[in-house]
């Protein structure tokens, strides 16, 4: 993907300029009061150096441009996941006719929480001003990211002022949250025991044999359900789509209280838990909504197809830990949207009376809750008595402290 960068105007850096032009006037007054050649001669050779440096700051870095390519593994570079990188081509284009030793090329990476990271590497341009500057990116995490301005610093071949230029670099991408592959989901299980509630509500998610098309090739498709035909004529990879029997939707309810997370990792593992269940329904053609309690209360109805999914995913990329105040007022908000007869699936670090309140109250509206508990990674407490009280309670709950045992945890193979 290639951005077009626009050129801005160069700042001359003061540096030894001034001690240059002093010297310059020391040598005019030794031609107007002494004479003769030799003072001539220096006064001439001082000027012809004032003359470089001027046209140096005037020109050359001043008038700097290029081109900036972004590549990654991926299709589209400008979206990646959470651990990838990217790859950064400048080229760039110095005008002029004077010929400079190197520059220094300064780039800034900013995320869209604020934090920065700064590159600044050497190249040394070829004799028409045309240079290319190759670097990576550091494995950067969930956000949205953009270059700032590019600064290319010079010096004069006597290295005695330094010369800036500054031109705007457009360069946007999203890192979208880390997820894992989950092939099953006890929730949604006939054979799931379960009391209460949950064990009358409960349904397969089996597919029938009517087949309702052809889709996308999925990661984790069955070999058998391939569709040769379908993928020798287009050239790419199709699944058969079968009709499934109906199961209740499913609202999915991530916490974003400020106070609850014991720092950065554990929230931006919630966040991967959800990102990895959107991922679930969509394979399996399951109705699943989101809502984030934030800084303000966001809700998705529950979608079964991709673009609907597509747009949750992209709203977890800029989510943050910001939310105030109990959960239950919060959910309170957006009551409309939650359909009876629904899963409420909580995911959130608390646990004891706040959770216990968010499930009366889905309980109230004709929803089934169950509870997956984000514990701290650091922390070496497992969560069983947790697990022990849900249990008691007829209500389903998981406790999860990494990424990679999500899907065995969802799957009800122990840890």
Same mark, same amino acid.
């Given at each position: 993907?290639?951005?077009?960068?626009?050129?801005?105007?160069?700042?001359?850096?003061?540096?030894?300029?001034?001690?240059?032009?002093?010297?310059?006037?020391?040598?005019?007054?030794?031609?107007?009061?002494?004479?003769?050649?030799?003072?001539?001669?220096?006064?001439?050779?001082?000027?012809?150096?004032?003359?470089?440096?001027?046209?140096?700051?005037?020109?050359?870095?001043?008038?700097?441009?290029?081109?900036?390519?972004?590549?990654?593994?991926?299709?589209?570079?400008?979206?990646?996941?959470?651990?990838?990188?990217?790859?950064?081509?400048?080229?760039?284009?110095?005008?002029?006719?004077?010929?400079?030793?190197?520059?220094?090329?300064?780039?800034?990476?900013?995320?869209?929480?604020?934090?920065?990271?700064?590159?600044?590497?050497?190249?040394?341009?070829?004799?028409?001003?045309?240079?290319?500057?190759?670097?990576?990116?550091?494995?950067?995490?969930?956000?949205?990211?953009?270059?700032?301005?590019?600064?290319?610093?010079?010096?004069?071949?006597?290295?005695?002022?330094?010369?800036?230029?500054?031109?705007?670099?457009?360069?946007?991408?999203?890192?979208?949250?880390?997820?894992?592959?989950?092939?099953?989901?006890?929730?949604?299980?006939?054979?799931?025991?379960?009391?209460?509630?949950?064990?009358?509500?409960?349904?397969?998610?089996?597919?029938?044999?009517?087949?309702?098309?052809?889709?996308?090739?999925?990661?984790?498709?069955?070999?058998?359900?391939?569709?040769?035909?379908?993928?020798?004529?287009?050239?790419?990879?199709?699944?058969?789509?079968?009709?499934?029997?109906?199961?209740?939707?499913?609202?999915?309810?991530?916490?974003?209280? !400020?106070?609850? =997370?014991?720092? @950065?990792?554990?929230? &931006? $593992?919630?966040?991967?838990?959800?990102?990895?269940?959107?991922?679930?329904?969509?394979?399996?053609?399951?109705?699943?909504?989101?809502?984030?309690?934030?800084?303000?209360?966001?809700?998705?109805?529950?979608?079964?197809?991709?673009?609907?999914?597509?747009?949750?995913?992209?709203?977890?990329?800029?989510?943050?830990?910001?939310?105030?105040?109990?959960?239950?007022?919060?959910?309170?908000?957006?009551?409309?949207?939650?359909?009876?007869?629904?899963?409420?699936?909580?995911?959130?670090?608390?646990?004891?009376?706040?959770?216990?309140?968010?499930?009366?109250?889905?309980?109230?509206?004709?929803?089934?809750?169950?509870?997956?508990?984000?514990?701290?990674?650091?922390?070496?407490?497992?969560?069983?008595?947790?697990?022990?009280?849900?249990?008691?309670?007829? !209500?389903?709950? =998981?406790?999860? @402290?990494?990424?990679? &045992? $999500?899907?065995?945890?969802?799957?009800?193979?122990?840890?």
């Amino acid at each position: 993907m290639k951005r077009y960068l626009s050129g801005a105007a160069a700042v001359i850096q003061p540096g030894k300029f001034a001690g240059i032009l002093a010297i310059w006037g020391i040598t005019l007054l030794y031609v107007l009061f002494q004479g003769g050649k030799t003072s001539f001669m220096l006064f001439i050779m001082v000027s012809v150096l004032m003359i470089y440096l001027m046209i140096g700051g005037l020109g050359g870095v001043r008038r700097a441009k290029g081109t900036r390519s972004l590549y990654s593994e991926l299709d589209k570079p400008d979206l990646l996941y959470a651990g990838g990188f990217l790859r950064v081509k400048l080229d760039v284009t110095i005008p002029g006719f004077l010929p400079l030793p190197y520059v220094v090329v300064r780039e800034i990476l900013k995320r869209h929480n604020g934090e920065s990271w700064v590159f600044e590497e050497s190249m040394v341009p070829s004799l028409r001003g045309q240079g290319e500057l190759l670097f990576q990116t550091p494995a950067l995490e969930r956000g949205r990211y953009s270059f700032e301005g590019t600064d290319i610093l010079s010096e004069d071949i006597f290295g005695l002022v330094e010369h800036k230029g500054t031109f705007m670099a457009e360069g946007q991408f999203r890192v979208l949250p880390r997820a894992v592959f989950v092939p099953r989901w006890q929730l949604y299980e006939r054979k799931s025991r379960l009391a209460g509630q949950q064990a009358s509500l409960l349904h397969s998610r089996r597919e029938t044999t009517q087949i309702n098309g052809v889709r996308d090739y999925v990661y984790g498709d069955r070999l058998t359900r391939i569709h040769w035909n379908a993928t020798a004529k287009t050239g790419n990879w199709k699944s058969k789509e079968f009709e499934h029997e109906s199961v209740p939707k499913t609202m999915i309810v991530l916490d974003g209280s !400020a106070m609850v =997370y014991a720092g @950065s990792n554990q929230f &931006e $593992l919630a966040v991967s838990i959800a990102a990895s269940l959107l991922g679930f329904g969509i394979r399996d053609r399951i109705g699943i909504g989101l809502c984030c309690l934030d800084k303000n209360t966001k809700i998705f109805m529950p979608a079964e197809g991709a673009a609907e999914r597509q747009k949750m995913i992209q709203y977890l990329i800029d989510i943050n830990a910001e939310g105030r105040g109990p959960l239950v007022p919060r959910l309170e908000k957006g009551h409309r949207m939650f359909p009876k007869g629904s899963y409420l699936v909580l995911i959130s670090p608390q646990s004891g009376q706040p959770v216990l309140d968010v499930m009366r109250w889905a309980e109230s509206r004709g929803m089934t809750p169950s509870h997956i508990h984000v514990r701290n990674p650091a922390a070496v407490n497992r969560g069983g008595e947790w697990m022990d009280v849900l249990k008691s309670r007829g !209500a389903t709950g =998981y406790s999860v @402290s990494s990424l990679q &045992e $999500l899907p065995s945890v969802l799957g009800g193979d122990k840890v």
